[in-house]
């Protein structure tokens, strides 16, 4: 089973930036990155595979970008101009076969 530890979360103003990583202890494929706010249930954020490209929730696009680097076997969500509402804990999934990673809490707060 492919074990995947995230990366990279933290406090930050609004405004700001965070890049997070997704470390994969095997071969990565179509990914993709959830989110789970207190008291909401967890929503796809974006999402990356070979065959169909990227995919970006509406409240995100233009904002955040997922990438991956296979060589690395690491998937990245950078995510720019934060907003109090993006605040969660992130995570990190493989789609096939599944796997989840710990999570990781973003907070966006002045």
């Known amino acids: 089973q492919v074990q995947l530890v995230e990366s990279g979360g933290g406090l930050v103003q609004p405004g700001g930036s965070l890049r997070l990583s997704c470390a994969a202890s095997?071969?990565?494929?179509?990914m993709g990155w959830y989110r789970q706010a207190p008291g909401k249930q967890r929503e796809l954020v974006a999402s990356i595979s070979s065959g169909v490209g990227t995919y970006y929730v509406d409240s995100v696009k233009g904002r955040f970008t997922i990438s991956r680097d296979s060589a690395k076997n690491t998937l990245y969500l950078q995510m720019n101009s934060l907003k109090p509402e993006d605040t969660a804990v992130y995570y990190c999934h493989m789609f096939f076969p599944a796997a989840w990673g710990q999570g990781t809490q973003v907070t966006v707060s002045s």
């Open positions: 095997g071969s990565i494929n179509a």
